[in-house]
């Protein structure tokens, strides 16, 4: 085998290489964007979760300041 027949497997294989290295960039951009999205979604779930828990404290507290008041002479 030449050094050009050589250099044309070397060519082939590195192109190989780097169509695989795309891929699988692309592949880890979609995945790290929808990611992205998910953690997006769960802090907005969280957000809404700690104003549902604050509400329901303060609903809690206010009974309890209602019913302190009932018990006073």
């Known amino acids: 085998m030449d050094s050009l027949e050589q250099t044309a497997k070397d060519l ?3 192109e190989k290489q780097l169509r695989s290295l795309l891929e699988q960039c692309q592949k880890l951009r979609e995945e790290n ?7 997006e979604s769960l802090v907005a ?3 809404a979760l700690v104003a549902k828990n604050d509400e329901a404290r303060s609903k809690v507290e ?9 018990e006073q002479p």
Do not use: F, H
Not at 33 to 39: C, G, H, P
Not at 62 to 70: C, S, V, W, Y
């Open 45 to 47: 779930e969280r957000a």
């Open 62 to 70: 206010a009974m309890i300041n209602r019913l302190k008041a009932l």
């Open 12 to 14: 082939d294989r590195l």
């Open 33 to 39: 964007d929808s990611l992205q999205a998910r953690q």
